[in-house]
């Protein structure tokens, strides 16, 4: 039988639990858009500093400068990988979907300076320009850094503006600097930024 007091076309009244469970999406939704976010691993960035150390170790007194770019390469990978592992982790960690809305911004602002970075390489790589390569790295793993790090913990984008002028020295300083400023960034910013953030915001 048709409540006599609702109208044509009009909805029935939410009940309670729907209400309620209505109110705790909206609630849910204007804290993750208003929110930070917090699945970047300071650890993981830790354990990246170090690889990045080894890897400046590795090569200090290899001449060849391709397999110089092929053993940062290798490098880069497995702090890729660690990194997204460990994001996962303390993601989950802390009961919050790494692919939501914040998560999706962080890494639509990361990942195009990432591309832009590979492409070059191989441009860079073909045409025997190692030199340049250095700053190719640090400018726009710091560019993205930065765009990312704008949705993230302060700790983030202050790491990025770093990476960003590590590699405007690399593009003015003597071309024998480039293993020196890629230690000093993918090393030395990793470990700093690394610990800060385990220590601060939850690992």
Not at 167 to 185: D, I, K, Q, S
Request: glycine letters at 14%; a positive charge; hydrophobic letters at 55%.
């Amino acid at each position: 039988m048709v409540d006599k007091h609702l109208q044509v076309g009009q909805r029935p009244p939410l009940s309670l639990g729907d209400r309620a469970a209505a109110d705790l999406r909206y609630i849910r939704s204007t804290l993750e858009n208003s929110g930070r976010f917090t699945a970047v691993s300071g650890w993981s960035g830790v354990f990246m500093g170090i690889v990045a150390l080894a890897a400046a170790a590795v090569t200090a007194n290899v001449d060849d400068p391709r397999r110089t770019v092929q053993v940062w390469l290798l490098a880069a990978g497995v702090a890729f990988v660690s990194g997204s592992w460990a994001m996962q982790c303390k993601a989950a960690a802390q009961g919050v979907p790494l692919f939501g809305h914040l998560g999706r911004r962080f890494l639509f602002g990361l990942t195009p300076p990432l591309f832009v970075g590979a492409v070059l390489t191989i441009a860079l790589f073909r045409a025997g320009d190692f030199e340049s390569i250095p700053a190719v790295w640090l400018l726009l793993y710091g560019a993205g850094i930065v765009a990312g790090g704008v949705y993230s913990v302060p700790a983030v984008p202050i790491t990025g503006i770093g990476f960003l002028a590590l590699g405007t020295l690399a593009v003015f300083a003597p071309a024998g600097w480039g293993l020196t400023l890629l230690a000093l960034g993918f090393g030395g910013l990793h470990l700093a930024a690394g610990l800060w953030i385990a220590r601060h915001h939850g690992g």
